[in-house]
Antibody
Framework: QVHLQESGPGLVKPSETLSLTCHVSGVSITSHYWTWIRQTPGKGLEWIGYIYYSGTSKYNPSVRGRVTLSVDTSKSEVSLKLNSVTTADTAVYYC????????????????WGPGILVTVSS | QSVLTQPPAVSGAPGQRVTISCAGNISNIGAGYDVHWYKQLPPTAPQIFIYVNNHRPSGVPDRVSASKSGTSASLAISGLQVEDEGDYYCQSYDSLSGYVFGTGTTVTV
């Protein structure tokens, strides 16, 4: 059974860097694309970006230039770094696996980690 | 910001039918991209509820159906039960911004 678990600081100061880690278990991290999604009361669910262990990645234009995703295969971890944060980056951050049940169809996200609340505040 | 628009809330009595719309445009649903639906029971994470427009994962009852047409999609739940309460989100892909989600709909029985 695939299990994802996010971890990291729950409080980050404005202008600093938000750093989160997602530990993947139950499947090889090299077998799938991994994505980060955040959820805020005001903006709902927002896709941040995806990463493959080879380094292939794609980011949402709304955070491009501030975000970096990476994969550590030795630790089976996916990392998210978001710099120059503001209060608008306060959200629950989820990592999720991209999966596809039908060849040629668009991927969906399953499973998701439980999420981690990150508050940006001084 | 969410690119796909959903009604904030829908409600119905037990046994009734409710539908949730997901309105997009020509750069996402209208471009032919698939639509998925997720169900969320706060404070837990969303879970896949419908994949690739109209496919139900195991565990989702057959009184749930979904469709896609033009620039929009819809989710229907008939024979409404208390267990259907939750937040529902559609998701697709946008050629301008990548993966996108709907604004979310709270279902109340």
């Amino acid at each position: 059974q695939v299990h994802l678990q996010e971890s990291g600081p729950g409080l980050v100061k404005p202008s600093e860097t938000l750093s989160l880690t997602c530990h993947v278990s139950g499947v090889s991290i090299t077998s799938h694309y991994w994505t980060w999604i955040r959820q805020t009361p005001g903006k709902g669910l927002e896709w941040i970006g995806y990463i493959y262990y080879s380094g292939t990645s794609k980011y949402n234009p709304s955070v491009r230039g501030r975000v970096t995703l990476s994969v550590d295969t030795s630790k089976s971890e996916v990392s998210l770094k978001l710099n120059s944060v503001t209060t608008a980056d306060t959200a629950v951050y989820y990592c999720a696996r991209e999966t596809s049940a039908i060849t040629g169809s668009m991927v969906y996200f399953e499973p998701w980690g439980p999420g981690i609340l990150v508050t940006v505040s001084s | 910001q969410s690119v796909l628009t959903q009604p904030p809330a829908v409600s119905g009595a037990p046994g009734q039918r409710v539908t949730i719309s997901c309105a997009g445009n020509i750069s996402n649903i209208g471009a032919g991209y698939d639509v998925h639906w997720y169900k969320q029971l706060p404070p837990t994470a969303p879970q896949i509820f419908i994949y690739v427009n109209n496919h139900r994962p195991s565990g989702v009852p057959d009184r749930v159906s979904a469709s896609k047409s033009g620039t929009s999609a819809s989710l229907a739940i008939s024979g409404l039960q208390v267990e259907d309460e939750g937040d529902y989100y559609c998701q697709s892909y946008d050629s301008l911004s990548g993966y996108v989600f709907g604004t979310g709909t709270t279902v109340t029985v």
